[in-house]
């Protein structure tokens, strides 16, 4: 730690006030402490390297050793000598302010010459690389460290070429399902606009596209913890076979270390809505996941309404879907397709209820 005689003797340096002995003293101390060494080689280094800044933090020094050495005049008469008590506490109070002054500009050389260029080598260090699907386009890519990803349709996954420091984190917006290698030493981390999932090495779906009001993440096996980007104190435990589903714009109560026996949504604190459920299998059929069913070209729901349906026809056909009767978007349906074509598949909803639609170059209008 920086000492108070250290910042006293570098603070009348700065104002080129150090008498010879105290130009001694302040060698000695250098050449013992080699904190103290590297501290002024920082600040004499951001010295010189600031011109324009170096005429106010003189000015700003002066004023503080004037007041020092106002405080460090002899005493001359009785009633100063009675004030020597207040006197010294204010001299004690000056120095701390030279304190402040000379360590404020010490952090701040030291951020911008040695903490900044550092970062700045380790950002330009990482390259990072970007995967985009377009609608209808799935695409399995793997990454450096052998964790495989496969991305649904209208996706976006940032990654580096290479994972470096203690974490291995991307950035996902859209729908991606998950292998990631085993490493305890560094966590997996997938960054989106509603959570932050981690996890060390499991099976996992997340589903978070930017323009959809919910956000998903199931688990197949292993264990992940979430973190949701508006409540950074909460931690969201999964197991296997669980979904969390995030909802913005709602109010929870803030609870730390939630699993799935004690998340019922409570509206009391501003925040984001979540619940944790068990994942769903299609009715009658146990093996196939809803949620993870498109890695399997299948696309699969289960009493959905039409209106979140639309959503995922259109990124499984790539069309635009216009919805010109507001009632029907609350229609329910439960249904799979696989390789139907989006007529074959309107005309199968039809049969369960009752509306018309028409299809004009990229975009259907039901109504």
């Known amino acids: 730690m920086v000492n108070d005689r250290f910042i006293k003797l570098l603070t009348k340096e700065l104002s080129d006030e150090l008498t010879y002995d105290e130009q001694l003293e302040l060698k000695v101390l250098l050449q013992d402490n080699k904190e103290c060494r590297d501290q002024r080689r920082i600040l004499k280094d951001y010295w010189k390297r600031n011109n324009v800044e170096y005429a106010a933090n003189a000015a700003m020094f002066k004023k503080v050793m004037d007041r020092i050495r106002a405080e460090e005049s002899p005493v001359e008469t009785i009633d100063e000598i009675e004030e020597e008590a207040p006197r010294?506490?204010?001299?004690?109070?000056?120095?701390?302010?030279?304190?402040?002054?000379?360590?404020?500009?010490?952090?701040?050389?030291?951020?911008?010459?040695?903490?900044?260029?550092?970062?700045?080598?380790?950002?330009?260090?990482?390259?990072?690389?970007?995967?985009?699907?377009?609608?209808?386009?799935?695409?399995?890519?793997?990454?450096?460290?052998?964790?495989?990803?496969?991305?649904?349709?209208?996706?976006?996954?940032?990654?580096?070429?290479?994972?470096?420091?203690?974490?291995?984190?991307?950035?996902?917006?859209?729908?991606?399902?998950?292998?990631?290698?085993?490493?305890?030493?560094?966590?997996?981390?997938?960054?989106?606009?509603?959570?932050?999932?981690?996890?060390?090495?499991?099976?996992?779906?997340?589903?978070?596209?930017?323009?959809?009001?919910?956000?998903?993440?199931?688990?197949?096996?292993?264990?992940?913890?979430?973190?949701?980007?508006?409540?950074?104190?909460?931690?969201?435990?999964?197991?296997?076979?669980?979904?969390?589903?995030?909802?913005?714009?709602?109010?929870?109560?803030?609870?730390?270390?939630?699993?799935?026996?004690?998340?019922?949504?409570?509206?009391i604190g501003k925040g984001t809505r979540y619940s944790l459920t068990n994942l769903t299998y299609f009715p009658n059929n146990d093996k196939t996941i809803i949620e993870t069913s498109w890695v399997q070209n299948k696309l699969v729901f289960s009493d959905k309404d039409f209106g979140h349906l639309s959503d995922q026809l259109e990124r499984w056909y790539g069309m635009n879907i216009v919805f010109e009767n507001e009632q029907v978007k609350q229609y329910k349906f439960t249904g799979m397709f696989e390789k139907e074509t989006l007529p074959q598949a309107l005309d199968a909803l039809k049969m369960i209820e009752h509306f018309n639609y028409k299809i004009e170059n990229t975009t259907v209008f039901i109504y």
Do not use: C
Request: proline letters at 4%; charged letters at 25%; aromatic letters at 8%.
């Open 88 to 267: 010294k506490r204010f001299r004690f109070t000056a120095w701390y302010s030279a304190a402040a002054v000379i360590l404020a500009i010490i952090s701040i050389a030291t951020y911008h010459y040695v903490i900044t260029p550092r970062l700045n080598n380790d950002l330009a260090a990482i390259k990072w690389l970007q995967k985009n699907t377009k609608p209808t386009i799935k695409s399995i890519i793997t990454l450096a460290d052998g964790t495989v990803v496969t991305l649904n349709s209208a996706t976006t996954l940032k990654y580096p070429e290479n994972f470096s420091g203690k974490t291995r984190e991307v950035y996902l917006d859209g729908e991606a399902y998950f292998d990631v290698h085993k490493d305890h030493e560094h966590p997996f981390i997938i960054h989106t606009n509603k959570m932050n999932v981690r996890v060390l090495g499991t099976s996992f779906n997340v589903k978070s596209y930017q323009n959809e009001p919910l956000s998903e993440t199931t688990l197949i096996r292993g264990s992940i913890e979430v973190t949701l980007n508006d409540r950074p104190s909460d931690r969201i435990i999964l197991k296997p076979k669980e979904k969390l589903i995030v909802q913005n714009n709602a109010f929870i109560r803030k609870r730390t270390n939630i699993t799935a026996d004690s998340s019922s949504p409570e509206s």
